[in-house]
């Protein structure tokens, strides 16, 4: 029985170790870049990935368009919105397409959040999905 008990420790502290990421995601001096692409797909994710490259790029034009001078603080937004959706529509949306949304539809020269209420409510009110929201930031 206890080499049981020990076997199905040993099992359960293995799969814990697995599931939990390299990096502290928590980190505020993490790459926000790094941060927000490894916390969009769940695991750990090379500096050197094209996907971390196009999350840098997202965050540039985020930064350029909304006048927003940290990364950091567009990366959290991103999260927050995300998680909000979820916690509200039951929605998934990751922190990516968030971004994406703010990179690449945001009004010049408008505040982040006035993008990042416009996609909730294309996303959770007129329930779009992510193509469909993007869609109609543009035409607006």
């Known amino acids: 029985m206890k080499r049981l008990f020990a076997a199905f420790a040993a099992m359960c502290a293995l799969l814990f170790s697995l599931s939990a990421p ?4 928590d980190d505020p001096d993490l790459d926000p870049a790094l941060r927000l692409t490894a916390m969009a797909i769940g695991s750990d994710i090379r500096a050197d990935d094209p996907r971390v490259a196009r999350t840098r790029d997202w965050l540039s034009r985020a930064m350029k368009a909304t006048g927003e001078t940290d990364g950091k603080a567009i990366g959290a937004a991103c999260m927050r919105l995300s998680r909000y959706l979820f916690d509200v529509a ?3 949306a990751s922190p990516l397409e968030v971004l994406e949304a703010v990179a690449m539809r ?3 020269g408008k505040p982040l959040q006035e993008t990042t209420q416009r996609y909730f409510e294309l996303r959770a009110k007129r329930k ?6 993007m869609a109609a930031l543009a035409g607006s």
Not at 128 to 133: I, K, W, Y
């Open 106 to 108: 945001a009004p010049a």
């Open 90 to 92: 039951k929605l998934k």
């Open 128 to 133: 779009l999905d992510h193509a469909g929201a």
């Open 22 to 25: 390299a990096a502290d995601l």
